[in-house]
T-cell receptor, first 116, second 108 residues
Framework: DTEVTQTPKHLVMGMTNKKSLKCEQH?????MYWYKQEAKKPPELMFV???????INESVPSRFSPECPNSSLLNLHLHALQPEDSALYLC???????????????FGNGTRLTVT | GIQVEQSPPDLILQEGANSTLRCNFS?????LQWFHQNPWGQLINLFY???GTKQNGRLSATTVATERYSLLYISSSQTTDSGVYFC??????????FGTGTRLTIIP
Protein backbone atom coordinates (compact mmCIF):
# COMPACT_ATOMS: atom_id res chain seq x y z
CA ASP A 1 0.00 0.00 0.00
CA THR A 2 1.24 3.44 -0.95
CA GLU A 3 1.64 6.03 1.80
CA VAL A 4 0.76 8.80 -0.64
CA THR A 5 -2.92 8.73 -1.54
CA GLN A 6 -4.33 10.27 -4.70
CA THR A 7 -7.94 10.78 -5.71
CA PRO A 8 -9.64 10.18 -8.01
CA LYS A 9 -7.97 7.20 -9.70
CA HIS A 10 -9.56 8.03 -13.03
CA LEU A 11 -11.02 11.28 -14.34
CA VAL A 12 -12.68 12.09 -17.64
CA MET A 13 -13.39 15.76 -18.24
CA GLY A 14 -14.43 18.02 -21.06
CA MET A 15 -12.40 21.00 -22.18
CA THR A 16 -14.75 23.44 -20.45
CA ASN A 17 -14.87 21.62 -17.11
CA LYS A 18 -13.15 22.54 -13.84
CA LYS A 19 -11.90 19.67 -11.72
CA SER A 20 -9.34 19.05 -8.99
CA LEU A 21 -6.88 16.29 -8.25
CA LYS A 22 -6.10 15.60 -4.62
CA CYS A 23 -3.07 14.16 -2.86
CA GLU A 24 -2.50 13.36 0.81
CA GLN A 25 0.49 12.08 2.76
CA HIS A 26 0.98 11.45 6.47
CA UNK A 27 4.69 10.70 6.54
CA UNK A 28 5.61 14.16 7.85
CA UNK A 29 7.26 15.05 4.55
CA UNK A 30 7.64 18.77 3.87
CA UNK A 31 8.26 18.56 0.11
CA MET A 32 5.42 17.62 -2.24
CA TYR A 33 5.47 17.32 -5.99
CA TRP A 34 3.22 17.05 -9.05
CA TYR A 35 4.48 15.07 -12.03
CA LYS A 36 2.89 14.44 -15.43
CA GLN A 37 3.58 11.15 -17.18
CA GLU A 38 2.61 10.55 -20.80
CA ALA A 39 2.41 7.05 -22.23
CA LYS A 40 5.78 5.31 -22.59
CA LYS A 41 7.67 8.30 -21.19
CA PRO A 42 9.29 9.04 -17.82
CA PRO A 43 7.56 11.34 -15.32
CA GLU A 44 8.04 15.08 -15.92
CA LEU A 45 8.15 17.49 -13.01
CA MET A 46 5.43 20.14 -12.94
CA PHE A 47 5.52 21.75 -9.47
CA VAL A 48 7.36 21.45 -6.15
CA UNK A 49 6.09 22.70 -2.81
CA UNK A 50 8.50 23.10 0.07
CA UNK A 51 7.05 23.84 3.52
CA UNK A 52 3.72 24.63 1.88
CA UNK A 53 5.25 27.24 -0.43
CA UNK A 54 5.63 26.86 -4.19
CA UNK A 55 9.35 26.54 -4.85
CA ILE A 56 9.48 25.20 -8.40
CA ASN A 57 7.12 25.77 -11.34
CA GLU A 58 8.43 24.10 -14.48
CA SER A 59 6.80 26.62 -16.83
CA VAL A 60 3.48 24.79 -16.61
CA PRO A 61 0.50 26.40 -18.44
CA SER A 62 -1.82 28.40 -16.20
CA ARG A 63 -4.70 25.98 -16.85
CA PHE A 64 -2.95 23.88 -14.17
CA SER A 65 -3.10 25.57 -10.76
CA PRO A 66 -1.48 23.91 -7.73
CA GLU A 67 -2.45 24.50 -4.12
CA CYS A 68 -0.96 23.29 -0.84
CA PRO A 69 -3.52 23.91 1.93
CA ASN A 70 -1.33 22.33 4.63
CA SER A 71 1.70 20.11 5.06
CA SER A 72 -0.26 16.92 4.32
CA LEU A 73 -2.37 17.98 1.35
CA LEU A 74 -1.65 18.94 -2.23
CA ASN A 75 -4.22 19.81 -4.87
CA LEU A 76 -4.02 20.39 -8.60
CA HIS A 77 -6.86 22.47 -10.01
CA LEU A 78 -7.65 21.92 -13.67
CA HIS A 79 -9.48 24.34 -15.96
CA ALA A 80 -9.92 24.58 -19.73
CA LEU A 81 -7.65 21.63 -20.42
CA GLN A 82 -6.75 20.39 -23.88
CA PRO A 83 -6.86 16.77 -25.17
CA GLU A 84 -3.03 16.74 -25.15
CA ASP A 85 -3.17 17.15 -21.36
CA SER A 86 -4.47 13.60 -21.10
CA ALA A 87 -1.88 11.68 -19.05
CA LEU A 88 -1.14 10.04 -15.71
CA TYR A 89 -0.72 12.69 -13.01
CA LEU A 90 1.47 11.60 -10.12
CA CYS A 91 1.87 13.16 -6.72
CA UNK A 92 5.01 12.52 -4.70
CA UNK A 93 6.52 13.54 -1.39
CA UNK A 94 9.93 13.52 0.25
CA UNK A 95 11.68 14.77 3.36
CA UNK A 96 12.97 18.31 3.16
CA UNK A 97 16.02 18.68 5.34
CA UNK A 98 17.90 21.98 5.49
CA UNK A 99 18.22 23.06 1.85
CA UNK A 100 18.30 19.55 0.46
CA UNK A 101 15.77 17.56 -1.53
CA UNK A 102 18.12 14.58 -1.34
CA UNK A 103 15.90 11.93 0.12
CA UNK A 104 13.76 9.13 -1.35
CA UNK A 105 10.79 10.21 -3.43
CA UNK A 106 7.52 8.43 -2.62
CA PHE A 107 4.83 8.41 -5.31
CA GLY A 108 1.08 7.99 -5.11
CA ASN A 109 -0.77 5.66 -7.47
CA GLY A 110 -1.67 8.50 -9.80
CA THR A 111 -4.77 9.89 -11.44
CA ARG A 112 -5.34 8.81 -15.02
CA LEU A 113 -6.81 11.89 -16.73
CA THR A 114 -8.62 11.88 -20.05
CA VAL A 115 -9.64 15.19 -21.61
CA THR A 116 -12.36 14.92 -24.26
CA GLY B 1 21.42 19.67 -16.60
CA ILE B 2 22.35 16.06 -16.02
CA GLN B 3 21.73 13.57 -18.84
CA VAL B 4 20.57 10.11 -17.72
CA GLU B 5 20.71 7.11 -20.04
CA GLN B 6 19.42 3.64 -19.28
CA SER B 7 20.17 0.36 -20.98
CA PRO B 8 18.88 -1.87 -22.33
CA PRO B 9 15.61 -0.20 -23.35
CA ASP B 10 13.80 -3.54 -23.41
CA LEU B 11 14.55 -6.88 -21.79
CA ILE B 12 12.60 -10.12 -22.02
CA LEU B 13 13.57 -12.94 -19.65
CA GLN B 14 12.32 -16.30 -18.52
CA GLU B 15 11.12 -16.58 -14.96
CA GLY B 16 14.02 -17.46 -12.66
CA ALA B 17 16.66 -15.63 -14.72
CA ASN B 18 18.94 -12.90 -13.39
CA SER B 19 19.29 -9.45 -14.95
CA THR B 20 21.40 -6.31 -14.74
CA LEU B 21 20.03 -2.90 -15.64
CA ARG B 22 22.39 0.02 -16.19
CA CYS B 23 22.06 3.76 -15.62
CA ASN B 24 24.71 6.18 -16.90
CA PHE B 25 24.74 9.83 -15.91
CA SER B 26 26.65 12.69 -17.44
CA UNK B 27 27.80 14.61 -14.35
CA UNK B 28 28.40 14.37 -10.62
CA UNK B 29 25.36 13.34 -8.59
CA UNK B 30 24.47 13.28 -4.92
CA UNK B 31 20.98 11.94 -5.49
CA LEU B 32 20.39 8.68 -7.39
CA GLN B 33 17.18 6.68 -7.12
CA TRP B 34 15.77 3.56 -8.76
CA PHE B 35 12.03 3.08 -9.28
CA HIS B 36 9.81 0.28 -10.53
CA GLN B 37 6.59 1.14 -12.35
CA ASN B 38 4.22 -1.81 -12.54
CA PRO B 39 1.80 -2.36 -15.43
CA TRP B 40 -0.92 -0.49 -13.50
CA GLY B 41 1.20 2.65 -13.30
CA GLN B 42 2.25 2.46 -9.65
CA LEU B 43 5.77 3.86 -9.14
CA ILE B 44 7.66 2.29 -6.26
CA ASN B 45 10.94 3.60 -4.91
CA LEU B 46 13.39 0.67 -4.86
CA PHE B 47 16.61 2.34 -3.76
CA TYR B 48 18.00 5.71 -2.79
CA UNK B 49 21.64 5.10 -3.62
CA UNK B 50 23.89 8.07 -4.46
CA UNK B 51 26.91 5.84 -3.79
CA GLY B 52 27.79 2.36 -2.60
CA THR B 53 25.81 -0.86 -2.61
CA LYS B 54 22.44 -1.77 -1.11
CA GLN B 55 20.41 -4.96 -1.11
CA ASN B 56 16.72 -5.60 -0.56
CA GLY B 57 15.73 -9.23 -0.99
CA ARG B 58 16.28 -10.32 -4.59
CA LEU B 59 17.18 -6.79 -5.65
CA SER B 60 20.44 -5.00 -5.18
CA ALA B 61 21.94 -1.79 -6.53
CA THR B 62 25.42 -0.36 -6.86
CA THR B 63 26.37 3.21 -7.70
CA VAL B 64 29.93 4.13 -8.67
CA ALA B 65 29.63 7.89 -8.60
CA THR B 66 33.21 8.54 -9.72
CA GLU B 67 32.57 6.53 -12.90
CA ARG B 68 29.06 7.94 -13.35
CA TYR B 69 26.97 4.79 -13.44
CA SER B 70 24.60 2.75 -11.36
CA LEU B 71 23.51 -0.87 -11.74
CA LEU B 72 20.33 -2.59 -10.61
CA TYR B 73 20.52 -6.37 -10.18
CA ILE B 74 17.44 -8.56 -10.13
CA SER B 75 17.97 -12.20 -9.21
CA SER B 76 15.58 -15.13 -9.68
CA SER B 77 13.11 -13.00 -11.64
CA GLN B 78 9.39 -13.38 -11.00
CA THR B 79 6.49 -12.32 -13.21
CA THR B 80 5.70 -9.58 -10.67
CA ASP B 81 9.05 -7.99 -11.53
CA SER B 82 7.67 -7.03 -14.95
CA GLY B 83 7.26 -3.34 -15.63
CA VAL B 84 9.46 -0.34 -16.31
CA TYR B 85 12.52 0.43 -14.22
CA PHE B 86 13.56 4.09 -14.03
CA CYS B 87 16.66 5.59 -12.57
CA UNK B 88 16.68 9.29 -11.68
CA UNK B 89 19.63 11.49 -10.76
CA UNK B 90 20.35 14.99 -9.52
CA UNK B 91 23.09 17.12 -8.03
CA UNK B 92 22.52 19.66 -5.28
CA UNK B 93 19.02 21.10 -5.37
CA UNK B 94 18.49 20.47 -9.07
CA UNK B 95 15.35 18.58 -9.97
CA UNK B 96 15.61 14.83 -10.41
CA UNK B 97 16.21 13.89 -14.05
CA PHE B 98 14.65 10.57 -15.04
CA GLY B 99 16.08 8.21 -17.59
CA THR B 100 13.84 6.80 -20.31
CA GLY B 101 13.54 3.49 -18.50
CA THR B 102 14.12 -0.20 -19.10
CA ARG B 103 10.99 -2.20 -19.88
CA LEU B 104 11.35 -5.66 -18.32
CA THR B 105 9.06 -8.52 -19.28
CA ILE B 106 9.29 -11.78 -17.33
CA ILE B 107 7.79 -14.78 -19.12
CA PRO B 108 6.43 -17.64 -16.99
Amino acid sequence: DTEVTQTPKHLVMGMTNKKSLKCEQHMGHRAMYWYKQEAKKPPELMFVYSYEKLSINESVPSRFSPECPNSSLLNLHLHALQPEDSALYLCASSKREASSYNSPLHFGNGTRLTVT
Amino acid sequence: GIQVEQSPPDLILQEGANSTLRCNFSDSVNNLQWFHQNPWGQLINLFYIPSGTKQNGRLSATTVATERYSLLYISSSQTTDSGVYFCAAAFGNEKLTFGTGTRLTIIP
